[in-house]
């Protein structure tokens, strides 16, 4: 079955800067791609996401990039600010089936001002 | 729209006691899941049905762990009995087509056993 692992763990940048998280999926087969970010207390919400068609999609200060020869995707967070301090979580299916999401380990991000 | 509903918020219970935990899917949704996510980890599938029907419970450890969506609509998830591993929270999530896009996740229900 498919398996995600998400790097780094914890991530800590200055208000400003960018962040970057990546992740690698197993199965070729994965066609659909969403990042989650979930606060203290909340479920996860979904912020972004790609499909296997298109290798980058932006939105505002959030941007993922996909390489499905290396199977691996990215978030791109740029222009950091202290609201973007949260747990993000990537995922992985294959729409058309009756696949189900098999998430990541989730990244700590810290946005210190 | 509304979101998707669970209760309780919080439960704590003591080891070889019962849990049930109820969630109200987003109108319309024919899909709904149960995820555990244990603490510092991403949440792990449970069980996903599409209307009352099962189409993955292949992760449910089904000695202690069953779950319900009657009629389609709401569900039910419980653990008879609970043991110290199953503190975790337990989230509902719910989506439109069930073909692995489309998820909204409610605010779960932290369950600590002690």
């Known amino acids: 079955g498919e398996n995600v692992e998400q790097h780094p763990s914890t991530l800590s940048v200055q208000e400003g800067d960018s962040a970057v998280i990546k992740c690698t999926y197993s199965d070729s087969a994965s066609n659909y791609f969403p990042w989650y970010k979930q606060e203290l207390g909340k479920g996860p919400q979904l912020i972004i996401d790609i499909r296997s068609n298109v290798g980058e999609k932006k939105d505002q200060r959030i941007a993922v990039t996909l390489n499905k020869t290396a199977k691996h995707f990215s978030l791109h967070i740029t222009e950091t600010q202290p609201e973007d301090s949260a747990v993000y979580f990537c995922a992985a299916s294959m729409v058309g089936s009756q696949g189900n999401l098999i998430f990541g380990k989730g990244t700590k991000l810290s946005v210190k001002p | 729209e509304a979101g998707v509903a669970q209760s309780p918020r919080y439960k704590i219970i003591e080891k070889r006691q019962s849990v049930a935990f109820w969630c109200n899917p987003i109108?319309?949704?024919?899909?709904l899941y149960w995820y555990q996510q244990i603490l510092g980890q991403g949440p792990k599938l449970l069980i996903q049905f599409q209307n009352n029907g099962v189409v993955d419970d292949s992760q449910l450890p089904k000695d202690r762990f069953s779950a319900e969506r009657l009629k389609g609509v709401d569900s039910t998830l419980k653990i008879q009995p609970a043991k110290l591993e199953d503190s975790a929270v337990y989230l509902c999530a719910s989506s439109l087509s069930g073909f692995g896009d489309g998820y909204t996740f409610g605010s779960g229900t932290r369950l600590t056993v002690v």
């Open positions: 109108s319309g949704h024919a899909t």
